[in-house]
């Protein structure tokens, strides 16, 4: 299930498998950063159109991962159901600052701030005014509070 809801905040559930856990039976560091990676494609999926269309329609455009500071705060294991939530933090000229937080029934577990640059023959581009106005956030400059 994905959605966003009015606040700005899109909501990805994703079930915890064995292959994402290691050896302790915890959810490996790396599986959070794939679970992530997963809510912004879906965020921009249905703001915006498929990262496929997208390059193709805008000539090549694509979006890179500039910075990503990461707080693990408690763990997750094998069949939890997580939630996923990814908003838009801020917008500058060529990258936008996406907030994202990892959830278990509404405990937070994860939360990250994520620079994703746009590019286009390995060179940052303005952010197309389109989707700047898709995925600009609706609040104040620092973008939606999350909610529990």
Same mark, same amino acid.
């Given at each position: 299930?994905?959605?966003?809801?009015?606040?700005?905040?899109?909501?990805?559930?994703?079930?915890?498998?064995?292959e994402?856990?290691?050896?302790?039976?915890?959810?490996?560091? !790396? %599986?959070?950063?794939?679970?992530? &990676?997963?809510? =912004?494609?879906?965020? +921009?999926?249905?703001? $915006?159109?498929?990262?496929?269309?997208?390059?193709?329609?805008?000539?090549?455009?694509?979006?890179?991962?500039?910075?990503?500071?990461?707080?693990?705060?408690?763990?997750?294991?094998?069949?939890?159901l997580?939630?996923?939530?990814?908003?838009?933090?801020a917008?500058?000229? !060529? %990258?936008?600052?996406?907030?994202? &937080?990892?959830r =278990?029934?509404?405990? +937070?577990?994860?939360? $990250?701030?994520?620079?994703?640059a746009?590019?286009r023959?390995?060179?940052?581009?303005?952010?197309?005014?389109?989707?700047?106005r898709?995925?600009?956030?609706?609040c104040?400059?620092?973008?939606?509070?999350?909610?529990?």
């Amino acid at each position: 299930m994905s959605e966003t809801d009015p606040s700005g905040i899109h909501r990805l559930a994703l079930r915890v498998y064995y292959e994402d856990t290691d050896f302790s039976g915890f959810v490996y560091h !790396a %599986s959070y950063l794939r679970f992530m &990676e997963r809510g =912004r494609t879906e965020l +921009l999926r249905g703001l $915006a159109g498929d990262q496929s269309d997208l390059h193709r329609d805008a000539a090549g455009l694509h979006f890179v991962v500039r910075r990503m500071v990461i707080d693990y705060a408690k763990p997750a294991r094998m069949d939890d159901l997580l939630e996923i939530r990814t908003w838009t933090a801020a917008m500058k000229g !060529a %990258s936008m600052h996406l907030a994202q &937080e990892v959830r =278990r029934e509404g405990e +937070l577990l994860v939360k $990250a701030e994520v620079v994703v640059a746009c590019v286009r023959d390995g060179r940052a581009i303005r952010l197309p005014d389109a989707l700047r106005r898709v995925l600009s956030p609706e609040c104040d400059p620092a973008g939606p509070a999350p909610t529990a």
